[in-house]
Structures are given as structure tokens and as C-alpha cells.
């Protein structure tokens, strides 16, 4: 990525008050200087993050405008951008243009440091402060009272929110654990979806004439046909080192699509064109938020090591098991002939939606407790050889999109609900082509394992939303790159 582009990264999330947008961009240390601030590390994301939420809940978020590249030279990039916020207790309204130069090594903003640049101190304090305020905005005594004053309300929100944010606590142990099972059972694997059943290529086409205007947003804005990577799966993760669970045992199957060339800002800085969406072939998601990954971490613990199940936990895990059961249950002929879902809400633009992918020909015979003896132990990788390579036929399907309604029929919060149809009914978008093709060989098996699906590889304009999105942005980015590193 070019130092322009995380910088325009960098903006973008600001404009999007995506306080996690912005923390990609920033290296661990980085150091960052203005009118009141003087910082480093941890300080400038929590101030970052600050300004991007309503604290304290009365005061709004600062708004940004406009930014604009100026020059770029190397490491160093200059730019400038406006702000907009009501301050202090009056609220006064203030807006200015900020001037920021930032240096950049290793595709990250090491240094940032901003200033004025259409309007002196003398200004800025008269309208943020108040005309008193602006006779003393250039003494010493005046630039040491504004500094004091950020620090303290800078290190009363580090200390009311950062520290006391409970999911930030759970996404740090859920990944802590994470990454000791992709240590202990394969370093370079991915830890769910870890066994593919075939990486493809394919186009999607965007409807030429879409009825509702709230679908014509980012990858749909326009009738466009994107080539596309899609790549099928088992959900589970590897059963040990190298070790797979067979297709034969029940599992989720997972379906990964790749967009490339698309253009824009991307929320994840390490893919600069592609867009991706992940899903699976169950309605709804197993958990009902972040908390939920240390009560499942703690049941999969006491299976594995044969122990005794608290009473308590595997009553509050009964939902989750009941899921999981279900999704489990589902005997699949071939993963090119079934329903597929996000399970997890979406922006789509202004709006929240969820979506699905939905082939032509939908397998409609389910094939009840078959001999696992009768059935390979890779049939499902085997049944799309089969279809694509051997028959040389290729597979249709159809991208819709669901609608928020409400909180009581389409919760943003509670992934485990199911967004019914009759609620929200689907809304095709898009229609997937996947041609006869040969793709069972070493050469895409590498490709395969190199590629990397997240939901934030994506614009802005169709990134997750929801608690248990934002806990497995951070899980996600860290496992990926602790694959990639291994």
C-alpha cells in the first residue's frame, strides 16, 4: 500500500468515525503533537478513538468534512483537513482547517504532527474559548492551561472508557486463545474454515436494473461485472497438526468471495482492491455476542480434556449447542447446490442489511445419516471436481440482500436471531457465475492457502457492524497475519 493511500485510509475511517480503521494505520509507537496534545503509543489511539464517539454522551463526535492530500515525499506526507465540533459547556461551534504532516515507515503513520492553517492561536482560542481566552492564546501560561487540560480529560477517558471496556477485555483473551491453538495446531492454517474444498473462479454481476434505489451503494452502485475468487469450506478448525475433520462428520461449510478490482478506500489496509464476503451455509450466527467466545472457549476446554461440564455454563451455552447441533446435522450433497448466509449484519451505505447466495438448481434432497464407510473423506471437494471439471458445467447463483427493519424483527445486536423473510423479504443484487473449470491441482491449492477472506477487506460502504463483527475484525487480522508470518 502506498503512503497516500493509508493516509486517504487513514481520513476515510476518521470521516466514518471508525476508531478501529484508524488504529490500523498506526504503527505501536507512534507519536503524535498539535495545540494541546503531546503524546505517544496507546494516548494517540485512545484520543483518536475519543474523538470519534459522543464523550462525554452529551458532546458529539468531530466530523470531518473534507480532507485533501497536499505532497508527498517519501516517508513524509503532507495534508491538510477540516473538523468540525462544539466545545466546552456552551458548546461553541468551532471549524477549521487543520494542516498535518505525517511520516510513514513500514506502511504505518509513525509520526504526526498538525497545526493551524488558515487561522492563528489567537483565532482558534476566540472561537473555542471565547474572546478573554484569545487575548492570552499566545502566552506560555495559555498553551500550558489548554495542554493540561486535554491530558486530563484525554486520561479521564482512558480511564472511564478504554480501560473499562469489557469487550476490548474478552476480544484480547478470545485472541490470546486463538493464537495459542494456531501455534499448537498449525502455524501457516487458517484456525476456522482451515479445510477447503476448492478455490474457484467466477464472475459477479451486478443487476443492470436494480428497483430499490437503497441497493445502488459501493460494489452496487453501478451495473458492473467483477471477476471473483470463491473459495468453499468446513468451518471447523484442524482436529490437530495437520489434521483435518473428514467431510463425512458434520460440520458448517463455509462459502468465501473474493471481488478484484474494485475500487475506493478499503476499511482493512492490507488488500488495496479487492472486496470480500463471507458465509455460511446456517441463518443464523451460534453466539449471541462477544462474551459468548470465552463461555465456548470454556465448553470446548472441558470436552477436549474429558472433564466434567459446569450445570450453570452448559445451561447458558444451550442455545448456542442447539445451533450448532442444527448446523451439524445438515448432510450436503454438494456445496455448489446450497444456501449460503452472512448470519451477521452489514452497512449498506446508510443502511444495515444481511445477505445470502442462493444457486439456480438449490439441493433439494437431503440425504438422511448416510454411511460415512459409503463416502470419501474429501467427497464434498470431490462432488465440485465432479461438477465443474468432469461434467464441465458451471453453477449459477443469486447475491440478495435483506433490509434492518427494527430491533424487535432485524437486531443489529443479537446475531442469533433469524431475519425471516416475511420480515425482510430478499433482494436480489448480483448473480454469481462459476464456469466449468479445472481447479484440483497443486498450483491453486497454493494460491488457496496464500489468499486471506475477512469482511473487512471491503469499502466502507458495506463493512460488518455489531459487537461480534468488531471483536472479529481484530481476531481475524491477527490470526491472518500470524499465518502469513509463520
Known amino acids: 500500500m502506498s503512503n497516500e493511500s493509508i493516509v486517504k485510509k487513514f481520513f476515510t475511517s476518521y470521516q466514518l468515525h471508525d476508531y478501529l ?31 470519534c464517539m459522543r464523550y462525554p454522551p452529551r458532546e458529539l463526535p468531530i466530523e470531518v468534512p473534507a480532507f485533501e492530500i497536499i505532497k508527498s515525499e517519501g516517508e513524509v506526507i503532507l495534508a491538510k483537513y477540516r473538523v468540525v465540533y462544539l466545545y466546552g459547556d456552551d458548546q461553541r461551534p468551532v471549524d477549521y482547517w487543520i494542516r498535518a504532516r505525517f511520516v510513514i515507515k513500514n506502511d504505518k503513520i509513525v509520526e504526526q504532527k498538525d ?26 501560561l495559555f498553551q500550558w492551561i489548554v495542554k493540561k487540560a486535554a491530558a486530563k480529560k484525554l486520561n479521564q477517558f482512558m480511564t472511564e472508557v478504554v480501560l473499562k471496556d469489557p469487550q476490548a477485555a474478552i476480544t484480547d ?65 484442524p482436529k490437530a497438526l495437520g489434521i483435518f475433520k473428514p ?95 452472512s448470519t451477521t449484519p452489514y452497512k449498506l451505505g446508510s443502511n444495515f442489511i444481511k445477505f445470502s447466495v442462493k444457486p439456480h438448481d438449490l439441493e433439494t434432497v437431503t440425504i438422511t445419516n448416510p454411511d460415512p464407510d459409503s463416502r470419501s473423506q474429501n467427497y464434498l471437494r470431490e462432488a465440485i471436481v465432479s461438477h465443474l471439471t468432469n461434467e464441465r458445467k458451471e453453477i449459477v447463483l443469486d447475491f440478495l440482500v435483506q433490509f434492518f427493519v427494527d430491533e424487535s424483527k432485524t437486531p443489529i445486536e443479537n446475531p442469533m436471531k433469524e ?68
Open 419 to 486: 431475519w425471516t423473510q416475511e420480515d425482510s423479504p430478499f433482494i436480489k443484487i448480483a448473480t454469481i457465475i462459476i464456469p466449468a473449470q479445472e481447479f484440483d491441482n497443486d498450483e491453486r491449492k497454493q494460491l488457496d492457502a496464500s489468499l486471506s477472506f475477512t469482511p473487512w477487506h471491503t469499502l466502507p460502504e458495506h463493512q460488518p457492524v455489531g459487537s461480534v463483527n468488531l471483536a472479529r475484525r481484530k481476531i481475524y487480522q491477527e490470526i491472518a497475519k500470524a499465518r502469513r508470518e509463520a
Open 115 to 140: 497545526s493551524f492553517k488558515d487561522i492563528s492561536s489567537i483565532e482558534f482560542a476566540k472561537m473555542a474559548f471565547g474572546f478573554p481566552a484569545s487575548i492570552l492564546a499566545y502566552t506560555p
Open 247 to 341: 467431510d463425512t462428520e458434520g460440520d458448517a461449510r463455509g462459502m468465501a468471495i473474493k471481488l478484484k478490482n474494485v475500487e475506493g478506500n478499503k476499511v482493512a489496509s492490507d488488500e488495496e482492491d479487492t472486496q470480500d464476503f463471507t458465509l455460511i451455509n446456517h441463518h443464523v450466527f451460534f453466539l449471541p455476542d462477544v462474551a459468548g467466545y470465552i463461555d465456548f472457549g470454556e465448553f470446548r476446554k472441558a470436552m477436549e480434556g474429558g472433564e466434567k461440564l459446569d450445570p450453570v455454563l452448559a445451561q447458558k451455552l444451550a442455545p448456542t449447542l442447539a445451533i450448532l447441533k442444527e448446523m451439524s446435522s445438515k448432510v450436503i450433497g454438494n456445496p455448489l447446490s446450497i444456501q449460503y448466509w
Open 173 to 237: 483473551a478470545v485472541l490470546a486463545n486463538s493464537l495459542k491453538e494456531q501455534e499448537h495446531k498449525g502455524p501457516n492454517l487458517r484456525q476456522v474454515h482451515s479445510k477447503s474444498h476448492g478455490l474457484v473462479s467466477g464472475k459477479f454481476i451486478v443487476e443492470e436494473y436494480l428497483s430499490d434505489e437503497r441497493c445502488k451503494v459501493g460494489v452496487f452502485a453501478t451495473p458492473k461485472e467483477y471477476k471473483i475468487w470463491v473459495r468453499f469450506s468446513n468451518g471447523s478448525s
Open 21 to 51: 480503521g484508524m488504529h490500523n494505520c498506526l504503527d505501536q509507537n507512534v507519536k503524535f503533537s498539535d495545540f494541546a496534545f503531546d503524546i505517544s503509543g496507546d494516548e494517540v489511539k485512545a484520543m483518536w478513538r475519543w474523538f
